[in-house]
T-cell receptor, first 113, second 112 residues
Framework: GESVGLHLPTLSVQEGDNSIINCAYS??????FIWYKQESGKGPQFIID?????DKRQGQRVTVLLNKTVKHLSLQIAATQPGDSAVYFC????????????FGTGTRLKVLA | ETGVTQSPTHLIKTRGQQVTLRCSSQ?????VSWYQQALGQGPQFIFQ???????GRGNFPPRFSGLQFPNYSSELNVNALELDDSALYLC???????????FGPGTRLTVL
């Protein structure tokens, strides 16, 4: 079935550097994507979203890029800080059928001091 | 904070028992979804409720059931608990006309 996967389970980044977290999706019918941050013991926290009619969207220190040709999504975090340490999930929302979020396994981001 | 609350925070049950988890959505959010998140995995969609009726379900057996109330609260009920039901259960709410869901902190269920 359709799935959302992440290329790297763990990403270690030096504080101050930029982070890039990648995500692949398989359902070409998906038209909405969200990145969530989940800290230990907490629920997923909304970071940024993007619709399929866009290629790029920027937020505060974060940028999401969408490449529909290769079904790839990425989250870029500028000037990574210790507070960015968490597990990051991309979620895919198919256009039709049951409105449900399809999550991947997640990428753990570790920020090194 | 998302405005979505869940109770209890943690719960321990034994195999075969029944459990009820509760969620209070943001005011005005008439759609609620429940997810199961096993350790080290992404959340898996259980079902969604809109206007107090289930209108979407994932690959979960009928012993997983739910209720939604007019006051934006909801429940997840699991009967005949199995060891594999041990997980973090997440509630997420949204307005039906919007796409973005906001998650609660979750309830950690341990089945012994």
């Amino acid at each position: 079935g359709e799935s959302v996967g992440l290329h790297l389970p763990t990403l270690s980044v030096q504080e101050g550097d930029n982070s890039i977290i990648n995500c692949a999706y398989s359902n070409s019918a998906s038209d909405y994507f969200i990145w969530y941050k989940q800290e230990s013991g907490k629920g997923p926290q909304f970071i940024i979203d993007i619709r399929s009619n866009m290629d790029k969207r920027q937020g505060q220190r974060v940028t999401v890029l969408l490449n529909k040709t290769v079904k790839h999504l990425s989250l870029q975090i500028a000037a990574t800080q210790p507070g960015d340490s968490a597990v990051y999930f991309c979620a895919e929302i198919p256009r039709s059928g049951t409105y449900k979020y399809i999550f991947g396994t997640g990428t753990r981001l570790k920020v090194l001091a | 904070e998302t405005g979505v609350t869940q109770s209890p925070t943690h719960l321990i049950k034994t195999r075969g028992q029944q459990v009820t988890l509760r969620c209070s959505s943001q005011s005005g959010h008439n759609t609620v979804s429940w997810y199961q998140q096993a350790l080290g995995q992404g959340p898996q969609f259980i079902f969604q409720y809109y206007r107090e009726e289930e209108n979407g379900r994932g690959n979960f057996p009928p012993r997983f059931s739910g209720l939604q109330f007019p006051n934006y609260s909801s429940e997840l009920n699991v009967n005949a608990l199995e060891l594999d039901d041990s997980a973090l259960y997440l509630c997420a709410s949204r307005q039906y006309s919007t796409d973005t869901q906001y998650f609660g902190p979750g309830t950690r269920l341990t089945v012994l």
